[in-house]
């Protein structure tokens, strides 16, 4: 999925880290190929659908970063 590596290639450790916890605490599973929801049994979805960087933060319910405000 492009914009989940678009995503991880322009943020910085730190944020990466973080959108991952989130996605954990939320039920998602995110990485630099794509954000997937785990199941109750912790089997992963099919990849959810992603047409922008926009999504994967509406996914984790979190405000949009743009790449040049992603250094925390």
Do not use: W
Not at 30 to 36: A, D
Not at 39 to 61: H, N
């Amino acid at each position: 999925q492009y914009y989940c590596e678009l995503l991880y290639f322009t943020g910085n450790d730190q944020l990466n880290r973080h959108m991952r916890i989130v996605a954990q605490e939320k039920g998602y599973k995110l990485n630099e190929y794509s954000i997937q929801k785990v199941g109750s049994t912790g089997v992963l979805s099919k990849p959810l659908a992603v047409q922008s960087e926009e999504d994967i933060f509406d996914y984790l319910q979190m405000d949009y970063l743009a790449p040049d405000q992603r250094n925390m």
